[in-house]
């Protein structure tokens, strides 16, 4: 699974790339999506005020374990989040939400 090429290691934790649907029916990690190399995410929260973003850092960290910050991307659906913590263990626990 090409997960790591939407993540970045960095020394306290990785950068990940996601692209987010909003107003889904349900939220959670929903897949890869290979041509532009970000996670996909989806979330039950409208696009705005922030509910979105909110969202989607509680799902990456539930997910991995650790806490996670939108970075990149406010305002659109391709986001860039800081996950802190160890970057491999981020990285094994994405591909388990995935596969």
Do not use: C
Not at 8 to 15: D, I, L, N, V
Not at 58 to 74: A, C, F, Q, W, Y
Request: glycine share 8%.
């Amino acid at each position: 699974m090409p997960v790591i090429d939407a993540v970045r290691t960095k020394s306290e934790g990785a950068e990940v790339d996601v692209l987010v649907s909003p107003k889904a029916g349900r939220s959670g990690v929903e897949g890869y999506d290979k041509w532009r190399k970000r996670i996909i995410v989806k979330v039950i929260s409208p696009p705005l005020e922030g509910k979105a973003n909110k969202e989607t850092e509680d799902i990456l960290k539930e997910v991995t374990g650790s806490p996670s910050n939108v970075i990149k991307g406010h305002t659109s659906r391709q986001k860039t989040l800081f996950i802190e913590g160890d970057a491999v263990t981020i990285i094994q626990r994405l591909r388990d939400s995935i596969e």
